[in-house]
């Protein structure tokens, strides 16, 4: 990576040298992964990043990596830690799930949509401090589509929309849901936008190492079949409750058995790993940063302060890397240490 970076020269661009009086930092620019819960590991990496001087000037996110992307870019980042820190077991997350019998999703999505709202009010991409898009995908061409234009809640709530859990959102005329179906680690759409050096945080880098193959599976030999005639046994029916209530139920599942949420959001996991490995091949970012965040669930948001922390560390491990590949591209004068951003 750091050949590549040399031969672009200290201007970023042709390998000319320009004099001292010119050297300027390069466009640095952050892409950041979808992963539900595991996505307040970025605020951790961010944070770091920031108390090392490494300011982005480009944000790109994909599902939670947009919600955290562009509430950084609005100067909210805080606002989420402080939301997220605060919550407290799954029976606080269950109070955000307004859960719909009808329509294209599962959960409205309204009450998380409200916080977002709280937070960033009716800000507009296009005017925010830095360059910013979030990542969705339209859901009848299957265009990766990038949202730099019009609310921020809005791409943040069309990258996050996950199929069959969250309603697709309209925007324009195209009805968008995640961006992780298409793009989870945008690193292309951060070179598009100007960023010479990427810097991409991948949340589900652990998930599976290196998925096989099980070429020969079936029942076990001693599993005994059903006799004939005989009933099967009499499904037991859980106590009554109020249809939220069932549903909220099966959505998580339980005794062994995994619910709706858990069938989907696995599966998604796997395309989105399938995804990611050929994506980040075909365009590695500059420096990648990957947690180790795949032993929390997607909707562990209770466990914020575990997430912060595993993207403290992560981003850690990545400083020497990423400062010396600025460096490469901007070299200090000779007899000058680096000075870090205010």
């Known amino acids: 990576m750091l050949d590549r970076l040399k031969g672009r020269g200290a201007n970023g661009s042709n390998g000319e040298?320009?004099?001292?009086?010119?050297?300027?930092?390069?466009?640095?620019?952050?892409?950041?992964?979808?992963?539900?819960?595991?996505?307040?590991?970025?605020?951790?990496?961010?944070?770091?990043?920031l108390a090392n001087g490494i300011v982005p000037d480009v944000v790109v996110g994909t599902s939670i990596g947009a919600v955290v992307g562009g509430l950084y870019a609005a100067g909210k980042l805080e606002t989420l830690e402080e939301w997220g820190r605060s919550l407290q077991g799954m029976r606080t997350i269950l109070g955000y799930l307004d859960i719909r019998l009808n329509g294209s999703g599962l959960i409205g999505g309204e009450k998380l949509a409200t916080r977002l709202e709280e937070a960033?009010?009716?800000?507009?991409?296009?005017?925010?401090?830095?360059?910013?898009?979030?990542?969705?995908?339209?859901?009848?061409?299957?265009?990766?589509?990038?949202?730099?234009?019009?609310?921020?809640?809005?791409?943040m709530r069309a990258s996050y929309a996950l199929p069959g859990i969250f309603a697709p959102v309209l925007i324009g005329d195209r009805w968008l849901v995640d961006g992780a179906l298409v793009n989870p680690v945008p690193v292309s759409a951060a070179r598009?936008?100007?960023?010479?050096?990427?810097?991409?945080?991948?949340?589900?880098?652990?998930?599976?190492?290196?998925?096989?193959?099980?070429?020969?599976?079936?029942?076990?030999?001693?599993?005994?079949?059903p006799v004939a005639g005989e009933s099967p046994a009499k499904r037991r029916?859980?106590?009554?409750?109020?249809?939220?209530?069932?549903?909220?139920?099966?959505?998580?599942?339980?005794?062994?058995?995994?619910?709706?949420?858990?069938?989907?959001?696995?599966?998604?996991?796997?395309?989105?790993?399938?995804?990611?490995?050929?994506?980040?091949?075909?365009?590695?970012?500059?420096?990648l940063i990957t947690p180790r965040v795949g032993q929390i669930g997607w909707f562990d948001f209770h466990r914020a302060d575990e997430l912060i922390a595993f993207g403290t560390r992560a981003a850690e491990r990545a400083l020497d890397s990423i400062q010396e590949a600025i460096h490469v591209l901007a070299p200090a004068p000779e007899g000058t240490a680096p000075k870090a951003q205010e």
């Open 17 to 49: 040298k320009v004099g001292l009086g010119s050297i300027r930092r390069p466009v640095i620019g952050l892409a950041l992964g979808g992963g539900a819960a595991r996505g307040f590991a970025h605020i951790g990496i961010i944070k770091t990043l």
């Open 120 to 155: 960033c009010g009716q800000t507009l991409i296009e005017d925010l401090p830095i360059k910013f898009a979030a990542v969705a995908t339209e859901v009848r061409t299957g265009h990766e589509i990038w949202l730099t234009r019009g609310r921020v809640v809005d791409g």
């Open 192 to 225: 598009a936008l100007g960023a010479e050096i990427v810097i991409a945080a991948n949340l589900s880098s652990d998930i599976f190492t290196h998925s096989t193959t099980i070429y020969s599976h079936g029942a076990m030999p001693d599993t005994a079949a």
């Open 237 to 287: 029916f859980p106590r009554l409750f109020s249809p939220e209530r069932t549903v909220k139920r099966e959505f998580f599942g339980g005794a062994g058995r995994p619910g709706i949420s858990s069938v989907m959001v696995d599966a998604f996991n796997i395309m989105q790993d399938r995804i990611t490995r050929a994506r980040l091949a075909g365009d590695p970012p500059d420096m």
